[in-house]
Each structure stands twice: as C-alpha cells, then as structure tokens.
C-alpha cells in the first residue's frame, strides 16, 4: 500500500527534480497529482514514464493525501500550507518560511532523522536551504567523532539556486560577451553574472551579513548543535548546477586528516574522492544529476589546534532541494505513517 502525493510547484525547477527523485527512487505511490498556479494549469510534467497535466492549486482539496511536496516561494505557502496541513496532508516544505519556527522539524535525514516524529506538531516539516544541507551532511560525522567548535565556510553557488529565470540570465549574458551589440543588462542579479562572481546572496542584514549566510548559522545549529559557531560567505558564481564550499573546521579533540576521511567514507550519503592530484577532487560540473555530498582535499590546518579543511559539491536541486525532501517522506513513511 502506498501513498497520495501531492508535488507543489510542479512545473518549477525544485518541483520537476522532485517528481524526477520521487520515480527514480521508486517511493509507493499510489496516487500522485502535480499542482501549480493557475497560470501554469494544464502545463505537462514527467512522473517516470506517465505524464501529468498541472492542476490548480488554489481549488486544489488535500483531504485524504497523504504527503505534499512544496516547492513555491514563501508566499504562496503560506497561504496553501497550513490550508493542506489542516486538512490532514503532511507538509514538506521547501521555502524558507518554516526551517525557523521551533515547533518545526528542520531535517536532513543523515543528520537528525529523528526530528521527522515532530511533525505532528504542525502537520509540517521543513526542508534546510541548499547550502546548509550539503554541508551539515559532511559535519556530522565528524562531529560525532571529535565534536566541532567553530566553522568557517565559503560557498560557491550556482544560479540554479535562484531559479529558471537567473540560469537564463547566465546564459543570455555569456552568449553577449561574444556578440558585439547583444550584451544582457543584469535583471536577477544586482551585478553581471557572466565570467564574474558576486558575494551577495540573498538581502544585507544590519551586521554586513546577507540572509543567505545567516541562515547557514542558524540552521545549522537547529539542525546538528546550536553550540557550533559558524561564519559564512556565500557567493554567486556563474555555474548553472551545483553548489561547492570550502569548509574549514576547528575541533576540541585530534582529528587528522587520514582518520577524517576515513570516517567519510562510511558516513551516510557522502562519496569520498580525494586524491592528492591533478584532478583528484569534484567539481560541481560532475555532481550535477547524482545524489551523494562530495568530499575533497580533505587536509589539516595547522593555524588552529585540530583544524582541518576540506571542499564539499553537490547537485543543489537534488540534495540541496529535491532529493533531501523525498529522504524525509521516506523516513516519514518508516518512522510515522508506516505504509508502503
């Protein structure tokens, strides 16, 4: 016996990964419907080898579905949110609206699986940013290990993260670089995206941060230890896929570099390639389509007491998005709904 799911957003690019992740890993579905704006009614979207027609949300009943998948901005969800979660459905959310909120589950399933049997709180769990989840996924086995102090972490992020109409913008802008007359004026982004790099993610808080790098703090004391202390720099760069960071971590107990990938290499949901050569490491061109966090270049610091760096990339609509909100309806499925 399987399960009714509903996939929010369907027509977006989070929404198609989701439907995409959802067939490939073969989650009992018995029945699935793809929602979107009205604007977007009848639009066709791929589930494995069916094709579905786009149905309206805003007259969509969630009564008797099970799971619903969003994957709309935070507006709209909170309109249709709390609407599917009242009417029974479990929301798994993907905007930022709900990762703050204490009664809500914040959840990357290889890192606190357990937080899922709060959804009953709400009716909702939420789904950590992009750059946070790879991340977190690479954190905790270390940290169980040798226990984190303090992070410091440089994101390199792709357009993809901004949505359809930024990888457009990228690719319209290089196109113009090459074509006297036909250069692309910045619209998504404040600055050209094309052959540049822009540390500004997200809005300017009063303290010089930018949301996007707050978010890396406090989600990822909500989701692996609120003692870690963690700084960030999160930057645009012109990649249409894939999220890379360097992380550099300081730990209260030893951990060389031969022992901490070692551990990685066991941990869940992380693919070690770390060769001391040229080439030897992941790019975010390699991750894009597959599910694991890669780690790289795995070395020690010596500027601090236990300090090591290491670099992590993965596909962000896949494990940064899509792939770790069907991680929760699976663990969902087995720790709570018990169907399938």
Request: negative net charge; aromatic residues 8%; hydrophobic residues 40%.
């Amino acid at each position: 016996m399987g399960y009714r799911v509903a996939v929010v957003g369907a027509t977006g690019n989070v929404g198609k990964e989701m439907l995409n992740i959802l067939a490939e890993r073969e989650f009992p579905v018995d029945e699935i419907v793809a929602l979107a704006s009205r604007n977007s009614l009848g639009t066709e979207v791929s589930f494995g080898d069916k094709t579905l027609k786009t149905k309206d949300l805003a007259e969509f009943d969630f009564t008797g579905w099970d799971i619903a998948f969003f994957a709309i901005g935070s507006d709209a969800t909170k309109v249709y949110a709390p609407k599917a979660a009242s009417q029974g459905c479990v929301v798994i959310d993907n905007s930022s609206l709900y990762r703050y909120d204490p009664e809500i589950p914040l959840v990357v399933p290889e890192v606190n699986a357990e937080a899922v049997d709060n959804y009953k709180n709400k009716n909702i769990i939420a789904n950590p940013n992009c750059s946070t989840a790879q991340m977190v996924v690479a954190l905790k086995p270390l940290h169980d290990r040798a226990k984190i102090k303090r992070v410091v972490v440089s994101t390199y992020q792709s357009v993809s993260g901004t949505g359809k109409e930024a990888m457009d913008e990228l690719w319209n802008q290089t196109k113009g670089v090459f074509v006297p007359g036909q250069e692309v004026a910045p619209k998504v982004y404040p600055k050209q995206i094309a052959f540049n790099v822009i540390p500004h993610i997200d809005v300017f808080l009063d303290d010089g941060s930018t949301k996007e790098e707050w978010k890396m703090v406090a989600e990822t004391k909500k989701i692996l230890d609120k003692n870690i202390k963690l700084t960030a720099t999160c930057v645009r760069v012109p990649v249409f896929v894939g999220h890379s960071e360097s992380i550099n971590v300081e730990f209260e107990e030893p951990l060389d570099w031969q022992e901490a990938q070692a551990i990685l290499r066991e941990a869940p949901g992380i693919l070690v390639v770390d060769k001391r050569e040229a080439g030897g490491y992941i790019t975010p061109v390699e991750c894009v389509g597959e599910y694991a966090t890669y780690v790289s270049r795995i070395r020690e610091d010596s500027t601090v007491e236990n300090g090591l760096n290491f670099w992590c990339v993965s596909d962000n609509l896949r494990k940064g998005a899509a792939l770790n909100a069907v991680q929760i309806a699976e663990v969902l499925g087995k720790r709570c709904l018990k169907k399938g």
